[in-house]
């Protein structure tokens, strides 16, 4: 399960804060539970309906003791089926509600009650552990229970809630600013039936985001980008298309066979490009991989098979075992005999050919660590990480909503590849189409205040977390990469940026410096 790689949570959750907000809705509850509650509260109204025939006239004061007496006896027998079933009480505030509990401060943050839609399961049966059980969205492998909450599903992305439980209580997981906890699926697929093929989480998805509500539960959402799923293409014949127009440059096959990435850095000489990309080669007459593809449109309604094989964590105060002295005293020893040395100041002024040895005795350096300490080559291993392993699997449909959601065509995309195809608004993110995948250009979006929407969602610079945003209307720019990141990124984000910005805002900056520039209005 281990994949070999090549190199405080909030103390105070105010869990009864949030027990309280949750239980002042509406949520169904267990069938057993409500005709205990139904049955408690008619003897109640019995007892209250005989003492009114036989005191009418006289002070309420014991009449009034037992009738709270026999409230107070309704609520004992619902607590004691709560507690009886503690996995059902600690699911109470949580199964149908994690949006609501959690959302508000996720990196995709908004309210999402009028949108997701729980997952209703009729069989509530309990599951042995390692045992799939009758319960379709509920499932324990090792001591941990797995329940999937909340569906939401749109054009651009599905999102899952769901609440993690566990025997033990779980391990703490690394927090990020907003307090939010990510766990990672580790080799988590979607399957969706209008795709027929399984889909790495990896390939559109963040991690999991959520919190601890306790020791033992943990509640969060899953935002997979559709877009990830869609994009289909057929690799094989373009890489196959490539290749011939590589050789038509005068490179043989022989030597693409033998060494690929030299044989395009040729490629690249001949052609004049610095960097070899898709999206370079295609520009210097080489084929287009937009050819290849063809975009999958999300259907109304479909299926999806949720196969979860392992449930990890980075740990706290987790790290790697430090450099055994012995094996650093050898990288530095053949550091010195090549006249080099290891500090930072020393390796700024190698030649190129010195930072070539230094790189090849700091591998072997990492090669002797390594087989020291093998499972330090791993991921997840038992240094940074916890996991647990399952498999839980889960099959669901999916009714898609657009509600919401806003889709503004702009197809301004000129010979260069500079300008916007689309910009979408869904009531949680803002996605940037600008039709190019040119690394020496850079995309910002300002929102109607003129402040940068950042917060990319998915490791994406071009879908943007909306949150409590205006964005009636956007300023969408496109930037030389260079000159953003090492120039105009710096002003908007000094220290100073609220005094200077009454001389120029960073909208003007960008206005004079911006290779491109859109404003996009939404209508509200």
């Not at 949750?22 to 008619?42: I, N, R």
């Not at 490629?267 to 999206?279: H, N, P, R, Y």
């Amino acid at each position: 399960m281990k994949k070999q790689i090549n190199f405080p949570i909030e103390e105070n959750t105010r869990l009864d804060r949030e027990i309280r907000k949750v239980m002042e809705k509406e949520f169904p509850v267990p069938k057993q539970v409500a005709d205990a509650q139904k049955s408690a509260f008619a003897r109640i109204r019995d007892m209250e309906d005989s003492r009114k025939a036989k005191g009418k006239g006289k002070r309420l004061g014991k009449a009034v003791i037992k009738t709270f007496a026999g409230l107070a006896a309704a609520v004992a027998v619902f607590l004691g089926i709560c507690v009886g079933n503690p996995a059902f009480a600690a699911r109470i505030p949580l199964v149908g509600h994690v949006f609501e509990t959690v959302g508000g401060t996720m990196g995709f943050s908004g309210d999402y009650r009028e949108y997701a839609k729980p997952l209703e399961d009729t069989d509530t049966a309990e599951t042995d552990d390692n045992d799939g059980g009758a319960s379709l969205y509920r499932q324990t492998k090792n001591g941990v229970s797995i329940t999937l909450s909340e569906i939401y599903c749109n054009d651009e992305a599905l999102y899952i809630s769901m609440v993690i439980e566990s025997k033990e209580p779980l391990p703490q997981t690394l927090a990020m600013e907003n307090g939010q906890s990510l766990l990672d699926l580790y080799e988590s697929t979607l399957t969706f039936d209008y795709i027929g093929r399984e889909c790495q989480l990896g390939a559109g998805c963040s991690g999991l985001e959520g919190r601890y509500v306790d020791d033992c539960t943990y509640a969060g959402v899953l935002r997979f980008d559709l877009n990830a799923a869609s994009d289909e293409a057929d690799y094989e014949e373009y890489r196959k298309k490539q290749d011939e127009f590589i050789q038509s440059l005068g490179i043989t096959a022989q030597e693409l066979e033998e060494n690929v990435v030299e044989a395009y850095d040729k490629a690249g000489e001949i052609l004049g490009i610095d960097q070899i990309t898709d999206e370079a080669l295609a520009q210097a007459g080489g084929v287009d991989l937009k050819d290849f593809q063809k975009d999958i449109e999300v259907p109304e309604t479909f299926g999806v098979k949720f196969t979860i094989p392992m449930v990890a964590g980075s740990k706290v105060d987790g790290k790697l075992p430090e450099m055994p002295e012995d094996i650093r005293a050898g990288y530095e020893q053949a550091m010195a005999e090549q006249g080099l040395g290891t500090t930072d100041e020393a390796y700024a002024g190698f030649t190129e050919e010195q930072k070539e040895i230094e790189h090849q005795l700091f591998n072997e350096m990492w090669n002797q660590y390594t087989k020291r300490f093998p499972e330090a080559n791993e991921h997840p291993n038992q240094y940074e990480n916890w996991w647990v392993e399952g498999p839980w699997e889960f099959s669901f449909q999916v009714n898609k909503n657009n509600e919401g959601t806003v889709v503004k065509e702009i197809n301004d995309v000129d010979e260069n590849g500079l300008g916007l195809v689309s910009v979408t608004k869904t009531p949680f993110e803002i996605i940037i189409d600008d039709g190019n995948e040119n690394a020496d250009y850079f995309t910002v979006a300002l929102d109607a205040k003129g402040d940068i929407l950042g917060n990319g969602i998915g490791g994406s610079t071009n879908t943007l977390a909306i949150q409590d945003r205006d964005v009636s209307k956007i300023d969408v720019y496109i930037c030389d990469y260079g000159e953003y990141m090492d120039e105009l990124k710096g002003y908007y984000w000094s220290d100073d940026y609220e005094t200077r910005k009454k001389e120029k805002t960073f909208g003007q900056l960008l206005d004079e410096r911006a290779l491109y520039h859109r404003e996009i209005v939404f209508e509200n």
